[in-house]
């Protein structure tokens, strides 16, 4: 660390620890002396269009709970968790949030905030309990009285099809490097889009596909924890295929139907100004950012690797790229952080990567792998969330601008963003967690200045609405507007989702 860095980590120490006791309004007081923040300014006048979407954005398996109720089968999570050893803590999502059962009174708090979108995942398992056949009219019938709740309360129902709750008897056929399963996940697509379509209009296959090949099959982190990155090209190959796939499957069950997507994204920047850099940060970006997106929009890889595609690897036939074919009507990813790429090609490859709970690089040790050969960091030259990211607000609005412009002005959604702090309540039950609304004010601040230089961009949904399961880190990341006591059960809005609900009310920052 040089004298500038160590002077600016200093001070952003020091923003934080006022931020912790005192309220976001303190931080304006730094926001020139912390690397990355935005300006008072800036927030105060950051216009949003009419009738922007705000929303939050939930997940099956993180909320649920009803682990084994009303017919739902064993899921890879439900085997990850009751394993010993895997979770933070030793817990589990058997219980979670208890939304199965509370749902009603969570769509209830999200109206009180004043949201108009609510992303949410369906978990396939309760809908075909080993992966295939017919659904369980238990699981459709309780997705739909969710779905028609929604409906109520004036939210539009956003779908995820498989946030990574795969069928653990489609994992003991072979997991995602199976290329069957881009056929069943395409039943399952179609089943979904005839019994919820006729209120259902907004669909996405997978969230964050990249990680789920990665973490499940090369880093071994998440389920199943394999460590083989054959068969992390092949699950990759898989769920591009399963995209396209469930894109025909849901448009012709419904013809109200749009599809996109929720990938995982993170600009990257190189390391060094260098040509090796440059062309590392650009593999990271097509491997990472747009590998799933180019495939459906294009019908091919885009140029992730050093030198061609390991096609052969992939199990990439003859023909795959009119399968693999199948735009997007509008795209959605998410953001939470940005990444620093430096080119690899003479080092060794030593695998995998030091990853936080959100599938976040925190640092390579070596070559990511023998083929994309580039490192990925995550800097800290921006002070840290609680959960160990970088706060780098600059990074949406680059993302963001840069979609837009590589894929000509697509429709935007932000399907995910959001920072982890742990404040619980106060001696007054309150739950004063200045600093998330800090981090929102400035990240939005940027999504509007994307938006005003010429960005599409119609919804931001917000990770997440309440505190839940966060993976392998258990509950000891707490990324919710809503605070959960899970002993009791009993929901708190934050002062984070008070203001919040002050945002989509209004449609400005400065509430
Ligand atoms: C994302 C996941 C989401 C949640 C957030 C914090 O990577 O999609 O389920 O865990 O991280």
């Known amino acids: 660390m040089n004298r500038r860095q160590f002077a600016v980590r200093s001070l952003a120490a020091a923003a934080g620890a006022v931020l912790h006791r005192n309220s976001y309004a303190d931080a304006s007081r730094f926001a020139d002396q ?57 817990v589990t999502g058997d219980v979670a949030c208890d939304q199965y059962h509370l749902y009603k009174q969570d769509i209830a708090l999200a109206k009180s905030l004043n949201q108009k979108s609510q992303r949410f995942s369906i978990s396939w398992p309760r809908i075909q309990p080993v992966g295939t056949g017919a659904p369980n009219m238990k699981g459709i019938d309780f ?33 995602w490097p199976n290329r069957d399963l881009s056929k069943n ?55 591009a295929l399963a995209q396209a796939e469930a894109h025909r499957a849901v448009k012709a069950a419904s013809p109200k139907a749009t599809f996109g997507s929720a990938y995982e994204m993170a600009p990257a920047y190189p390391k060094m100004d260098s ?29 992730a690797f050093v030198g061609e595609p390991p096609y052969e690897l992939m ?52 070559g ?40 000509n002005h697509p429709v935007i959604e932000i399907t995910e963003s959001g920072c982890g702090y742990l404040d619980g309540p106060d001696e007054n039950g309150r739950i004063p967690d200045g600093r998330r609304i800090q981090w929102y004010r ?29 993976w392998a880190e258990g509950y000891t990341e707490r990324y919710g507007f809503i605070y959960t006591d899970f002993r009791s059960q009993k929901r708190t809005i934050k002062d984070s989702g008070h203001w919040y609900g002050r945002v989509a009310a209004s449609n400005r920052l400065d509430v």
């Open 442 to 470: 400035e990240v939005l601040a940027e999504l509007a200045r994307a938006i005003s230089d010429g960005a599409r961009v119609r919804a931001f949904h917000a990770w997440t609405l309440l505190d839940n399961f966060q």
């Open 315 to 366: 199990g990439f036939k003859a023909g795959d790229e009119k399968l693999l074919y199948a735009p997007l009507d509008w795209v959605g990813f998410h953001y939470y952080t940005r990444r620093i790429v430096s080119d690899a090609s003479k080092e060794q490859f030593l695998g995998g990567g030091k990853f936080s709970g959100t599938e976040i690089e925190n640092n390579s040790p070596g």
């Open 185 to 239: 996940f395409a039943d399952y697509a179609g089943i979904l889009a005839k019994h919820l379509g006729d209120r259902i209009t907004v669909w996405a296959p997978f969230n964050m596909p990249w990680a789920i090949a990665f973490m499940g099959y090369a880093a071994g982190a998440f389920p199943p924890c394999r460590t083989s990155f054959n068969d992390f090209l092949k699950a990759a190959h898989t769920l």
């Open 34 to 90: 912390v690397s990355g923040a935005v300006r008072e300014s800036s927030v105060r006048d950051a216009p949003f269009p009419e009738h922007f979407l705000w929303g939050t954005a939930t997940a099956s398996y993180q909320n649920e709970g009803a682990w084994n109720e009303d017919g739902k089968g064993e899921s890879i999570w439900d085997r990850f968790t009751h394993t010993p050893g895997k979770v933070r803590g030793g």
């Open 368 to 407: 990511r792998d023998p083929y994309t050969r580039f490192r990925a960091a995550m800097p800290t030259e921006g002070p840290l969330t609680e959960a160990g990211l970088e706060i780098w607000p600059r990074g949406m609005y680059d993302l963001v601008t840069q979609i837009s412009k590589e894929y």
């Open 275 to 303: 040509d090796d850099d440059r062309a590392a940060a650009a593999r990271y970006h097509a491997m990472n950012n747009v590998f799933f997106l180019e495939a459906a929009m294009h019908g091919r890889y885009p140029k």
């Open 143 to 175: 997705y739909s009285r969710f779905v028609d709740a929604l409906l109520e309360a004036g939210m539009r129902p956003w779908c995820t099809m498989y946030h990574w709750d795969l069928p653990q008897a489609l994992e003991d056929r072979g997991g």
